[in-house]
C-alpha cells in the first residue's frame, strides 16, 4: 500500500500533468476552422428562424421538407444565373447546421466570420439573433459566445440536439434601391454564403486588426515599418503582454521587440521599426515580410500573422508609372468572382487557379470588379506579384438617400481596413460609371460630386498611401488622384486604329490617367475569314467612348458590338493592335483589359450564349480562348508559341485564293510547314500587325490541311501543329441539321450539331440560335454560361456542342433551331 505522502505526490504530479496538458491544448489549439460541410439550404422564406430549428417530423405539417444538402462557399444562383428560359433568383434563402463547439480558452469567445455573403445576412443560435450585415462583399463577424452559453442551459442542448448548437443564417439578394450596388449593373448581385465562413475560438483579449504599414524611399535604401493594433476585449481587461516578431522572405528576423500594454478601445501604435536596404515586393520578385504579433493577457495568448511588402510607387503627372524608381507598363486585366456551375461560390482551389493563369499570361496588375474581393485573391495578388485596383460597388443607377450612403461609407472603410496590409494594392477604387442614372426619379450630378468627395476624403484619411479612383464619370474626374476614361475603340464607338490618339487626348485632360476596360466580346470557337468587313459603315474620327445604349443590338450609329461579328478573329486582331501600340506609348501608365474571364450578367440576355459577358480571354469554365496566347506573345517572356485556328476546324474561300495563317509566339523567328513545305522564315516584329510580322500567305487545298510551325528563342526550339479543312463550296440558306457523337469517355459524351443547306453545304457562317433538350436517365451538363455548356446559344460556324452526363440506362437528346427541322441523337 502506497504511503499517504505518495499518494499526495502522485495527485499532485497528475494536476501539474493536467494542467500542462491545459496549456498545451491552449497553445496548440486550431483557433479557426472553415465550416464547409454538414450544411442543408432552404431556397425562399421561412416564417421566422423556429421553422430552421424546430424538430423536423416527417409526414407532419410542421415539417419543411424543401431543405437540400449543400457545401459552402455556395450561391443561391449556381445555375440560374445563366439558365435562358428564367430570370435568376433574387430573394432571401436559408442555411442551417449544428455545431458542436470546444473552445480551448476559459472565458474565451467563439466567433462566426463570415469572408462574404451575400447580400442582406442575418444570423441565428438557435431562436436567437445575434447579428446582422448589409453588403455581400465585405468580411464582418459574429460573436455568438453569449448566445451559445445562453442555449447550453436550455433542455433541447442535450435532448434534442446531442450537445450541437443550431445554427441559420438568413441571406437575401432581393432587389433594394437603397443598396449598392445596383441592379442596373452588368454583373449579377448574387446570394449566398458565397465565400468561406469560420469558426474562431479566441482567448478573452485576440488581435482584432493588425495594420502593419511598411514604407521605403524610391531608391529601397530606408524601410519603415509602423504596426498599430486593435484588440477585441469584451471582458474589458485592462492590460496585456504584446509581442512582435518580424521575418524576412527566407524566414531571418529582422525585427522583435515585447511590451506590456493598456488595453484601449481605441487603434494604438505599438512599434516603429526602420529596415536598412529591405527586401522589395515586385512583380518580377514579389518578397514578402511576415508580421507575427503575439497578445498574452490573464494566462493565455493570441497569435495573429499578417504578410507585408516593401514598395514604392508614383505616378507621374501626364507619364508613366514607377515602381521602385523605374517605369512599369502596368499591364492588366479584370476580374469577377463567377464560375461556371458555382457562380459567385468559387473554391479557393478555383481562385488560386485563376489568379496564377492571369500571372501566366503576363499579367501585372488586375482591377477588381466591382467590389472588394475574396482574401484569397489578395494573398495570390501578394504571392505572385500582381499590384491591385479594388473597389467598392458604387457602380451606377445614381445615389441614394442616407442608408444608401452609410453602406457605401462602411463597405469603403471595411475593404480598407481589412486589405490595408496587402502590399499588391496601389489604388482604392470609389466607384464605377456613376455617370449612369436610373435607379432614381432625380440624376443629380452635383450631389454625386458631393458624396464622391466625402469619399476621396474618407479614403485618405484612412489611408494615405494609396492613391484613390474611379472610372467613366467626367464630372467627377478631378475629384480623385487617377481616373479613367471610356475608352472601347473598335468595339463601341470607331476603330482601333484610333487608340493611341484618343489615349493621348484623354490623358492630357487629367493628372494621372490610368486606363482600364478596353477589348470586345468573342463568341468562343466562332472564326471569321473577314472579321472587319462592316468597317467602311463606321464613323471614324477620334471618338471611342462607351455610350448609352451601345451594349444593346438596337439602334445608333453602326459599332462592332451591334454589327460585328463576334468572332475570336476579330478580338485577336483588335488585341493584337492595342498591345503593340501600348508598348510605343512612354507616358502610358497601363491598360487593364476588361474581362479576364467571361462572366454571368442579367443585362444581357440577347448575346450567342445567354446573359453571359463574353469579353473574356478565357471562358466561364477555364477554357483558353485565342486572345490568351496574343496576350502572352507580348507580356511573358517565356518562350512560348501559338498558331491561330487551334479552335477553327474549318476554313472556307476559293480554290487558289490565298490565306492568311497567323503565329503568335515571342519567340525572336519561326518557319511555318504548310502540307509539308517551307513558306519560309519569318522574324518577330512587335510593330508589324498583324501578329508581330509572324504570318503567312498559303494557298489551301481542298480538304485537310497540315500546318507546323517550328519557333526558336535563343537554344530554346519549339513547334506547334494543327489540321485544318478547307472548303470551297458556297452554301445557301441553311435548310438542315445533322446531330453526331463525336466523343465519350469517363460517362460523358459529347454531342455536335452541324448546319447546312439544302444541297448538304456546310453552312459556316450561320449563327442561328440552337436549343439541346434531353429526356431519359442522363443529364446536359448545361447552365454553365459556356459555349459548350449551355443549352441554348448561338452557332459558332455553323456548329454547336453539348456534352452529355449519360448515366445508366438511355436518353434521346434533340437539338432545335427555328425554321429547321429537329434532330434526335439515342444514347
Same mark, same amino acid.
Given at each position: 500500500m502506497k504511503s499517504p505522502f505518495k499518494i499526495y505526490l502522485l495527485r499532485a504530479r497528475l494536476v501539474l500533468l493536467a494542467a500542462f496538458l491545459l496549456t498545451v491544448k491552449i497553445a496548440t489549439a486550431q483557433q479557426t476552422k472553415r465550416l464547409t460541410q454538414n450544411w442543408e439550404y432552404l431556397k425562399g422564406d421561412l416564417g421566422g428562424v423556429w421553422e430552421a430549428v424546430r424538430e423536423s417530423k416527417p409526414g407532419s405539417s410542421e415539417s419543411v421538407p424543401l431543405w437540400s444538402k449543400v457545401v459552402l462557399p455556395h450561391c443561391f444562383n449556381e445555375m440560374d444565373a445563366?439558365?435562358?428560359?428564367?430570370?435568376?433568383?433574387?430573394?432571401?434563402?436559408?442555411?442551417?447546421?449544428?455545431?458542436?463547439?470546444? *473552445?480551448?480558452?476559459?472565458?474565451?469567445?467563439?466567433?462566426? *466570420?463570415?469572408?462574404?455573403?451575400?447580400?442582406?445576412?442575418?444570423?441565428?443560435?438557435?431562436?436567437?439573433?445575434?447579428?446582422?450585415?448589409?453588403?455581400?462583399?465585405?468580411?464582418?463577424?459574429?460573436?455568438?459566445?453569449?448566445?451559445?452559453?445562453?442555449?447550453?442551459?436550455?433542455?433541447?442542448? *442535450?435532448?434534442?440536439?446531442?450537445?450541437?448548437?443550431?445554427?441559420?443564417?438568413?441571406?437575401?439578394?432581393?432587389?433594394?434601391?437603397?443598396?449598392?450596388?445596383?441592379?442596373?449593373?452588368?454583373?449579377?448581385?448574387?446570394?449566398?454564403?458565397?465565400?468561406?465562413?469560420?469558426?474562431?475560438?479566441?482567448?478573452?483579449?485576440?488581435?482584432?486588426?493588425?495594420?502593419?504599414?511598411?514604407?521605403?524611399?524610391?531608391?529601397?535604401?530606408?524601410?519603415?515599418?509602423?504596426?498599430?493594433?486593435?484588440?477585441?476585449?469584451?471582458?474589458?481587461?485592462?492590460s496585456a503582454d504584446v509581442n512582435v516578431q518580424v521575418k524576412d522572405s527566407q524566414g531571418k528576423v529582422v525585427f522583435n521587440a515585447k511590451k506590456q500594454t493598456e488595453l484601449k478601445e481605441t487603434d494604438e501604435l505599438l512599434w516603429t521599426a526602420k529596415l536598412n536596404k529591405p527586401q522589395l515586393w515586385s512583380p518580377e520578385k514579389p518578397q514578402l515580410y511576415t508580421v507575427e504579433l503575439e497578445v498574452k493577457a490573464n494566462g493565455q495568448s493570441y497569435k495573429h500573422i499578417e504578410k507585408v511588402g516593401f514598395r514604392h510607387f508614383e505616378f507621374v503627372k501626364n507619364g508613366p508609372f514607377l515602381l521602385n524608381g523605374k517605369r512599369l507598363l502596368l499591364r492588366g486585366t479584370h476580374r469577377h468572382e463567377d464560375h461556371a456551375g458555382v457562380a459567385a461560390a468559387m473554391t479557393e482551389e478555383m481562385i488560386k487557379t485563376e489568379i496564377q493563369m492571369m500571372k501566366d499570361m503576363g499579367v501585372n496588375f488586375i482591377r477588381l470588379g466591382h467590389y472588394q474581393q475574396s482574401r484569397i485573391v489578395l494573398e495570390e495578388c501578394d504571392r505572385l506579384g500582381i499590384l491591385v485596383w479594388e473597389e467598392i460597388p458604387w457602380c451606377r443607377g445614381g445615389l441614394g438617400g442616407e442608408v444608401y450612403k452609410k453602406q457605401a461609407r462602411r463597405m469603403l472603410k471595411n475593404m480598407i481596413e481589412q486589405h490595408y496590409n496587402h502590399p499588391s494594392v496601389i489604388i482604392w477604387g470609389l466607384g464605377n460609371e456613376n455617370d449612369w442614372p436610373g435607379d432614381f426619379t432625380t440624376f443629380d450630378k452635383e450631389a454625386i460630386r458631393t458624396f464622391m468627395k466625402e469619399l476621396n476624403n474618407l479614403s485618405h484619411q484612412l489611408d494615405n498611401t494609396r492613391k484613390t479612383a474611379i472610372r467613366r464619370c467626367d464630372f467627377c474626374k478631378d475629384i480623385v488622384d487617377v481616373y479613367s476614361p471610356s475608352i472601347w475603340a473598335g468595339w463601341y464607338r470607331g476603330i482601333y486604329q484610333e487608340y493611341k490618339d484618343v489615349s493621348k487626348k484623354e490623358m492630357e485632360r487629367v493628372n494621372h490617367f490610368l486606363h482600364v476596360e478596353w477589348g470586345g466580346d468573342s463568341h468562343a470557337r466562332r472564326n471569321a475569314e473577314e472579321p472587319e468587313k462592316i468597317i467602311n459603315r463606321l464613323k471614324i474620327g477620334g471618338e471611342a467612348d462607351e455610350r448609352a445604349g451601345d451594349a444593346t443590338f438596337y439602334g445608333g450609329d453602326a459599332r462592332f458590338s451591334k454589327d460585328g461579328d463576334w468572332s475570336e478573329s476579330y478580338i485577336c486582331n483588335l488585341i493584337d493592335w492595342h498591345l503593340k501600340e501600348q508598348e510605343n506609348m512612354p507616358w502610358l501608365t497601363g491598360a487593364a483589359y476588361w474581362p479576364f474571364k467571361d462572366f454571368s450578367t442579367p443585362v444581357r440576355p440577347e448575346n450567342p450564349v445567354p446573359y453571359m459577358n463574353q469579353?473574356?480571354?478565357?471562358?466561364?469554365?477555364?477554357?483558353?480562348?485565342?486572345?490568351?496566347?496574343?496576350?502572352?506573345?507580348?507580356?511573358?517572356?517565356?518562350?512560348?508559341?501559338?498558331?491561330?485556328?487551334?479552335?477553327?476546324?474549318?476554313?472556307?474561300?476559293?480554290?487558289?485564293?490565298?490565306?492568311?495563317?497567323?503565329?503568335?509566339?515571342?519567340?525572336?523567328?519561326?518557319?511555318?510547314?504548310?502540307?509539308?513545305?517551307?513558306?519560309?522564315?519569318?522574324?518577330?516584329?512587335?510593330?508589324?500587325?498583324?501578329?508581330?510580322?509572324?504570318?503567312?500567305?498559303?494557298?489551301?487545298?481542298?480538304?485537310? *490541311?497540315?500546318?507546323?510551325?517550328?519557333?526558336?528563342?535563343?537554344?530554346?526550339?519549339?513547334?506547334?501543329?494543327?489540321?485544318?479543312?478547307?472548303?470551297?463550296?458556297?452554301?445557301?440558306?441553311?435548310?438542315?441539321?445533322?446531330?453526331?457523337?463525336?466523343?465519350?469517355?469517363?460517362?460523358?459524351?459529347?454531342?455536335?450539331?452541324?448546319?447546312?443547306?439544302?444541297?448538304?453545304?456546310?453552312?459556316?457562317?450561320?449563327?442561328?440560335?440552337?436549343?439541346?433538350?434531353?429526356?431519359?436517365?442522363?443529364?446536359?451538363?448545361?447552365?454553365?454560361?459556356?459555349?459548350?455548356?449551355?443549352?441554348?446559344?448561338?452557332?459558332?460556324?455553323?456548329?454547336?456542342?453539348?456534352?452529355?452526363?449519360?448515366?445508366?440506362?438511355?436518353s434521346v437528346v434533340s437539338a432545335k433551331s427555328e425554321g429547321i427541322s429537329t434532330v434526335f441523337i439515342e444514347l
Open positions: 445563366v439558365d435562358p428560359k428564367v430570370n435568376y433568383y433574387e430573394g432571401p434563402g436559408w442555411y442551417r447546421t449544428n455545431l458542436k463547439l470546444d *473552445n480551448p480558452y476559459p472565458k474565451g469567445r467563439i466567433l462566426l *466570420n463570415f469572408e462574404g455573403a451575400g447580400q442582406k445576412t442575418s444570423v441565428y443560435v438557435y431562436n436567437t439573433k445575434v447579428g446582422e450585415h448589409v453588403g455581400g462583399y465585405d468580411e464582418f463577424t459574429v460573436d455568438i459566445t453569449d448566445a451559445v452559453n445562453k442555449f447550453k442551459q436550455e433542455k433541447v442542448f *442535450n435532448t434534442q440536439f446531442k450537445g450541437a448548437i443550431p445554427i441559420s443564417i438568413r441571406c437575401d439578394n432581393s432587389r433594394d434601391l437603397e443598396m449598392i450596388p445596383s441592379d442596373l449593373s452588368d454583373f449579377n448581385v448574387y446570394g449566398g454564403l458565397y465565400r468561406y465562413l469560420n469558426l474562431v475560438y479566441t482567448p478573452e483579449v485576440s488581435v482584432d486588426k493588425l495594420f502593419a504599414l511598411a514604407e521605403v524611399d524610391a531608391q529601397g535604401k530606408q524601410g519603415n515599418l509602423k504596426i498599430t493594433g486593435r484588440f477585441y476585449n469584451p471582458g474589458k481587461l485592462t469579353k473574356g480571354v478565357v471562358e466561364r469554365d477555364f477554357t483558353k480562348k485565342e486572345a490568351y496566347y496574343v496576350f502572352q506573345s507580348y507580356w511573358i517572356t517565356t518562350p512560348m508559341l501559338r498558331i491561330s485556328g487551334h479552335n477553327w476546324p474549318v476554313r472556307w474561300g476559293d480554290a487558289g485564293e490565298k490565306k492568311v495563317v497567323k503565329v503568335y509566339s515571342n519567340c525572336d523567328e519561326a518557319e511555318l510547314f504548310f502540307n509539308g513545305k517551307s513558306m519560309g522564315v519569318k522574324k518577330r516584329d512587335s510593330q508589324n500587325f498583324p501578329a508581330a510580322g509572324l504570318r503567312w500567305n498559303v494557298v489551301y487545298q481542298e480538304g485537310n *490541311n497540315t500546318i507546323k510551325v517550328v519557333a526558336k528563342k535563343g537554344k530554346t526550339i519549339l513547334t506547334d501543329e494543327i489540321v485544318q479543312q478547307y472548303q470551297t463550296a458556297k452554301w445557301g440558306k441553311p435548310a438542315k441539321m445533322e446531330i453526331h457523337k463525336i466523343a465519350d469517355e469517363n460517362g460523358i459524351a459529347t454531342l455536335e450539331v452541324k448546319l447546312f443547306d439544302d444541297k448538304g453545304v456546310q453552312c459556316l457562317e450561320a449563327a442561328n440560335y440552337v436549343s439541346f433538350e434531353l429526356v431519359g436517365d442522363g443529364k446536359l451538363i448545361d447552365n454553365q454560361g459556356t459555349s459548350t455548356g449551355s443549352n441554348y446559344l448561338q452557332m459558332y460556324n455553323g456548329r454547336a456542342i453539348i456534352r452529355v452526363i449519360k448515366n445508366t440506362g438511355k
